[in-house]
């Protein structure tokens, strides 16, 4: 109950924030969605031929290494360009691209295996994207304490608030550090996941 708490708690605190990073991760979806429905009849037979490819090359030989580093990597880079910017103003436009581009991906990708493969393409998509899903949950949260962060240096700079920096230096890098792991640990997920769905007989 003491975590629920907390939660609501935080939730109440920086509502404004989550509810906007939210709303933007939705419109970002739903773009994404509806690109896939308005491109051309050659565009979307590109789109079927990669997906049809995608899926048969879970069948093939994987290297689970090459297959990790390229999703722990590629993953961290977002993280740390959320928190690196987050330490300027810049940090502010950059959070908020990041989470709309990373709702539009899942969007268009939900969206693609739809068209190719119907209902099955819902389930398909859903699993595939799984691990995108929940890295976008981190980011989202680390988005939060960016942008939080950001707002702290704009008080400073414009209104010359005398803040404890070093207390929030350090929670925003023991949020970077959070992230880190959880990173790592989706990345293992997206690394097994063409094994779980072989196992459960979908691709």
Not at 35 to 56: A, G, H, R, T
Not at 98 to 112: A, D, E, N, P, V
Not at 147 to 174: C, G, H
């Amino acid at each position: 109950m003491k975590i629920v708490d907390k939660a609501k708690k935080k939730y109440k605190t920086n509502k404004v924030v989550i509810n906007f990073l939210l709303v933007t991760v939705l419109i970002g979806v739903i773009f994404g969605s509806i690109l896939v429905l308005i491109l051309n009849e050659n565009d979307k037979m590109m789109i079927k031929d990669y997906i049809i490819d995608y899926s048969n090359s879970f069948n093939k030989k994987i290297n689970f290494l090459n297959l990790f580093t390229n999703s722990l990597f590629s993953n961290l880079i977002y993280i740390f360009l959320i928190w690196i910017f987050g330490i300027s103003i810049i940090g502010i436009p950059v959070s908020i691209f990041i989470c709309f581009f990373k709702g539009f991906i899942i969007g268009f990708s939900l969206s693609s295996f739809i068209y190719t493969f119907k209902f099955k393409g819902l389930i398909l998509g859903v699993l595939t994207n799984l691990p995108s899903i929940l890295n976008l949950l981190i980011i989202v949260v680390l988005s939060i304490y960016s942008l939080k962060f950001s707002y702290v240096l704009i008080r400073i700079l414009l209104k010359k608030v005398t803040i404890n920096f070093k207390n929030i230096i350090k929670i925003y890098t023991l949020i970077l550090l959070i992230s880190i792991g959880y990173i790592f640990i989706t990345s293992i997920v997206e690394t097994f996941l063409p094994l779980l769905l072989k196992s459960l007989a979908i691709i």
